[in-house]
């Protein structure tokens, strides 16, 4: 990278923990094009970490550069950087992780036969050698922080970093629900998500029931809108499931895990004052807009976002709220005792059922069984003959 674009960027430590460690590698392996990422952890992540991926892999030119510091395959100048669409641009995480563990790298293309392996202590790295590899790269990191007792005392303890390992694998397996996810934990517990269909109605949707209980995704609203550039997609309890804090509430810009504290604060409120409730609803907020108005720079875990229009896009994001919430007051209203989701041209009228309307006519949708049937207008008029 030029200095220019260091100095862009907080160039801070984004390594705090394990679960740090394996959010950067998960980045890593998405940017690489994977369809699937395979997770072994011992111990918490302090004894081991692998990351298995099925992308693009790295040749041993890019594997030594992948592991110094300031650089990235990415463009550099400050426009570039900020309309950049990868999760990883900062060229730091890669190296900052291989100086706290004992790392091993091996990486194949899909143009070339063989593969290469790379090994690293104390960031010091032993000569290239070729092996035999998949397509994809490998990485594991064992002892973590062995070398560094300012980030073994700051880690916490087994149970609670457990608990944040597996919401970092959580969120980018609900964000990115057509990569698939298999994560290991101490060769004792699998936690299996198969990508989802390209035929799947919602693939949002059925991923987050895969992962989280059904009191939290069970009878899900769903609502989704457009603003200017902004795209909406939202999925949000009802009133009989609401909890006593804001913990099952996820935020996603452009795929992306992320948190904010006013649009969390604007959210808590329009449904509050919506629904006179002073308990929180579960929350899969989506938003996806151009990466030129998010700014990262911040932030080095690139995780606490902003934006750079922030009134207009808070504005935006209060509109398509105030929409979603008062069009289900409505219908709650209307009938109490059916479970409906509006949004213009779409209707779940039952829990297996989806009515939409087509350039034709309209379609019904057996969510259950993933079947679609199609009925045109004229076939309508003939059914009141």
């Given at each position: 990278?030029?200095?220019?674009?260091?100095?862009?960027?907080?160039?801070?430590?984004?390594?705090?923990?394990?679960?740090?460690?394996?959010?950067?590698?998960?980045?890593?392996?998405?940017?690489?094009?994977?369809?699937?990422?395979?997770?072994?952890?011992?111990?918490?992540?302090?004894?081991?970490?692998?990351?298995?991926?099925?992308?693009?892999?790295?040749?041993?030119?890019?594997?030594?550069?992948?592991?110094?510091?300031?650089?990235?395959?990415?463009?550099?100048?400050?426009?570039?950087?900020?309309?950049?669409?990868?999760?990883?641009?900062?060229?730091?995480?890669?190296?900052?992780?291989?100086?706290?563990?004992?790392?091993?790298?091996?990486?194949?293309?899909?143009?070339?036969?063989?593969?290469?392996?790379?090994?690293?202590?104390?960031?010091?790295y032993e000569p290239v050698k070729e092996c035999y590899s998949e397509i994809g790269t490998k990485i594991i990191i064992r002892n973590?922080?062995?070398?560094?007792?300012?980030?073994?005392?700051?880690?916490?303890?087994?149970?609670?970093?457990?608990?944040?390992?597996?919401?970092?694998?959580?969120?980018?397996?609900?964000?990115?629900?057509?990569?698939?996810?298999?994560?290991?934990?101490?060769?004792?517990?699998?936690?299996?998500?198969?990508?989802?269909?390209?035929?799947?109605?919602?693939?949002?949707?059925?991923?987050?029931?895969?992962?989280?209980?059904?009191?939290?995704?069970?009878?899900?609203?769903?609502?989704?809108?457009?603003?200017?550039?902004?795209?909406?997609?939202?999925?949000?309890?009802?009133?009989?499931?609401?909890?006593?804090?804001?913990?099952?509430?996820?935020?996603?810009?452009?795929?992306?895990?992320?948190?904010?504290?006013?649009?969390?604060?604007?959210?808590?409120?329009?449904?509050?004052?919506?629904?006179?409730?002073?308990?929180?609803?579960?929350?899969?907020?989506?938003?996806?807009?151009?990466?030129?108005?998010i700014n990262y720079r911040l932030d080095p875990s690139k995780f606490n976002i902003?934006?750079?229009?922030?009134?207009?896009?808070?504005?935006?994001?209060?509109?398509?709220?105030?929409?979603?919430?008062?069009?289900?007051?409505?219908?709650?209203?209307?009938?109490?005792?059916?479970?409906?989701?509006?949004?213009?041209?779409?209707?779940?009228?039952?829990?297996?059922?989806?009515?939409?309307?087509?350039?034709?006519?309209?379609?019904?949708?057996?969510?259950?069984?993933?079947?679609?049937?199609?009925?045109?207008?004229?076939?309508?008029?003939?059914?009141?003959?």
């Amino acid at each position: 990278m030029s200095q220019n674009a260091i100095n862009l960027m907080n160039a801070d430590s984004c390594i705090l923990d394990a679960s740090c460690v394996l959010k950067e590698l998960i980045e890593n392996s998405i940017d690489a094009g994977a369809s699937k990422i395979t997770i072994k952890i011992e111990k918490e992540g302090l004894q081991l970490i692998q990351i298995v991926d099925n992308g693009k892999g790295m040749s041993p030119q890019d594997m030594l550069l992948s592991i110094e510091k300031h650089t990235s395959s990415k463009n550099d100048e400050k426009d570039e950087l900020e309309k950049s669409e990868s999760l990883g641009f900062r060229g730091l995480a890669l190296q900052q992780i291989c100086n706290l563990g004992q790392t091993e790298i091996t990486s194949r293309q899909k143009n070339r036969s063989r593969g290469f392996y790379l090994r690293l202590t104390d960031g010091k790295y032993e000569p290239v050698k070729e092996c035999y590899s998949e397509i994809g790269t490998k990485i594991i990191i064992r002892n973590l922080f062995y070398n560094s007792p300012s980030h073994k005392k700051n880690s916490k303890s087994g149970r609670q970093e457990l608990t944040k390992i597996l919401k970092i694998i959580n969120q980018y397996a609900i964000g990115y629900p057509f990569i698939g996810f298999k994560t290991s934990i101490d060769g004792k517990k699998d936690f299996i998500f198969e990508k989802e269909s390209k035929e799947t109605i919602n693939p949002l949707l059925s991923r987050i029931k895969k992962i989280h209980s059904k009191k939290i995704s069970e009878d899900l609203i769903y609502y989704n809108g457009v603003k200017g550039e902004t795209t909406f997609n939202l999925f949000y309890s009802n009133k009989k499931n609401l909890f006593k804090a804001e913990k099952n509430q996820s935020y996603y810009i452009n795929n992306r895990p992320f948190f904010n504290e006013k649009v969390q604060k604007i959210l808590n409120k329009i449904y509050s004052d919506t629904f006179s409730t002073s308990r929180y609803p579960a929350f899969f907020l989506f938003i996806s807009l151009p990466n030129s108005e998010i700014n990262y720079r911040l932030d080095p875990s690139k995780f606490n976002i902003h934006f750079h229009n922030e009134k207009e896009t808070l504005e935006k994001l209060t509109s398509f709220l105030d929409e979603a919430f008062h069009d289900n007051q409505k219908i709650n209203k209307n009938d109490e005792k059916k479970e409906i989701i509006l949004n213009g041209s779409f209707v779940n009228f039952h829990k297996n059922f989806i009515l939409e309307q087509t350039n034709s006519g309209i379609s019904i949708t057996n969510t259950e069984k993933n079947k679609k049937i199609e009925i045109s207008i004229e076939s309508l008029t003939k059914l009141f003959e």
